[in-house]
């Protein structure tokens, strides 16, 4: 009964200890972000692959390009009032004229400006819609570390407490 209790308990407990290594690396390798776990081993790696293997290290090819272009556009609008010896139906018909122009360029400057405002406010709710949707992806990842191998660490555990129970039952009954 002894023997057997000692190896159900040590299998137990490799079990649990192997689970739990397990949802460990799960977890690294998935948020590491290529970090390696032990640093020293990663370099290790690399020093037997280039000095035993005799590999060459990778090479990376790195290219750029500029493109230049220039423009310049120009306009030039203008009126020509009466002079002032006119007469006062000339000069008031350049002032009416005058205001008749001032108000259709308020008009196309509300226009355009209106216009800024609305793609201002498009571009906003979009801004808005993309931030809310990175909250969201966010929010999803950080469940997903804060529970993702839980489950797995979990049975590890309840494995390893087994284990070392099963494994110290002929001590205790001896």
Not at 74 to 82: E, L, M, Q, T, W
Not at 85 to 95: E, L, T
Not at 131 to 160: F, P
Request: proline residues 5%; hydrophobic residues 50%.
């Amino acid at each position: 009964m002894g023997i057997f209790c000692a190896i159900t308990g040590l299998l137990l407990t490799t079990i649990g200890t192997v689970l739990a290594a397990i949802a460990l690396l799960q977890d690294w390798r998935d948020h590491a972000g290529g970090e390696p776990l032990v640093p020293v081993l990663a370099r290790l790696k690399r020093w037997f692959v280039r000095r035993v293997l005799r590999r060459p290290p990778g090479k990376h090819v790195v290219g750029a390009g500029v493109a230049l272009s220039w423009g310049v556009a120009a306009s030039a609008k203008g009126y020509a009032a009466p002079p002032s010896n006119a007469p006062v139906d000339v000069q008031m018909r350049f002032v009416r004229e005058r205001l008749l122009a001032l108000e259709a360029r308020i008009g196309e400057e509300r226009r355009e400006i209106d216009q800024r405002i609305d793609k201002v406010q498009t571009a906003a709710q979009e801004a808005d819609a993309r931030s809310q949707t990175a909250i969201a992806e966010v929010e999803a990842k950080v469940r997903e570390v804060a529970t993702g191998s839980v489950r797995m660490e979990l049975v590890g555990l309840v494995l390893v407490g087994f284990g070392s129970i099963v494994s110290t039952l002929p001590a205790v009954f001896s």
